[in-house]
């Protein structure tokens, strides 16, 4: 896996390729923090938050979990991580662009999401 310092200059360079646009009013900007962030729904064990779009009275800004990346993807290539990277980096600046126009459909879909793993197994859906 990549050190923290690695993973953090991976998305100064992946948020360098973006459009600014996408950083309009993103005043707290993009942070990587150390800490595992998992669910604490004890319903949906053993999800993971890689990050997390927030807008409170500190104002809007990026969260990216490296330990929730590490407990995932400790194995996987740098070319692929840096992809997992890139996408949730992508998934979060979508919420902040939504909320800027007064938006959620990706919240509702993340929420969509979230009820189908809360959902017990012997009732779910299965995708293959």
């Known amino acids: 896996m990549l ?10 360079v992946i948020a360098e390729e973006l459009p600014r646009e996408f950083f309009r ?3 707290g900007g993009i942070l990587l ?11 949906v064990c053993g999800l993971y938050t890689l990050g997390e779009y927030v807008y409170d009275e500190m ?6 979990y490296y330990g929730s990346f ?3 993807y400790e194995d996987l290539p740098p070319k692929k991580l840096r992809k997992e990277l890139k996408d949730t980096l992508i998934h979060e600046l979508t919420h902040h662009v939504e909320s ?15 009820e189908r793993f809360r959902t ?3 009732h779910r859906s299965r995708r293959r």
């Open 59 to 64: 104002g809007r800004y990026i969260v990216i």
């Open 3 to 12: 050190t923290f310092e690695e993973v953090g200059s991976i998305l100064d």
């Open 120 to 122: 017990p197994l012997t």
């Open 70 to 72: 590490v407990a995932l």
């Open 25 to 27: 009013d993103l005043n």
């Open 33 to 43: 923090l150390p800490e595992v962030c998992q669910d604490h729904d004890d319903s």
């Open 100 to 114: 800027l126009a007064g938006e959620c459909g990706l919240e509702i879909e993340d929420e969509l999401e979230m």
